[in-house]
């Protein structure tokens, strides 16, 4: 891990004190990156790349897939499979279905964050907590954060 990706995550943690909302998180962040992908997906750009359709998506989805890449080595190797299986699988499901799981993901978020953890969510101070959410949900659920101390 970077130790730029070091520090966001530090203040990641900041905002995420609270047990229930952690928990929350776990469910609600990969909810959440699955409808924002697949909703991005329906963007169609009118581009294409070697045969594939260059949607908004597609686009983010490789944009972040550097970042993660840069910033997150380890974690990226779970984030980027990740988010491919979400684009996968929002070409599959309803849109109905993709814009229940983004009501029910950003309602579950909120009631965290205003019921347990009392403090607004970190993106609104830093708009690149938006690309730490996953990754240090990933870390949480591999347990390799908290860092340990040596």
């Not at 974690?75 to 309803?94: K, Q, Y």
Request: net charge positive; hydrophobic share 55%; aromatic share 10%.
């Amino acid at each position: 891990m970077s130790p730029r990706a070091d520090q966001l995550f530090r203040e990641y943690a900041e905002y995420h004190r609270d047990p229930v909302n952690v928990a929350i998180h776990k469910v609600a962040v990969p909810a959440i990156l699955f409808h924002v992908i697949a909703m991005l997906d329906w963007i169609d750009t009118g581009l294409s790349l070697a045969g594939l359709d260059l949607t908004a998506g597609v686009a983010v989805t490789a944009l972040a897939a550097v970042w993660y890449a840069v910033m997150t080595p380890g974690l990226a190797l779970v984030v980027v499979p990740f988010s491919v299986l979400c684009l996968w699988l929002g070409r599959h499901c309803p849109r109905s279905v993709v814009v229940a799981v983004a009501a029910a993901a950003w309602i579950a978020q909120l009631i965290g964050h205003a019921r347990f953890e009392r403090r607004a969510p970190a993106f609104k101070d830093n708009l690149v907590q938006l690309l730490v959410g996953p990754a240090y949900v990933a870390a949480l659920v591999l347990g390799t954060w908290p860092r340990r101390a040596p």
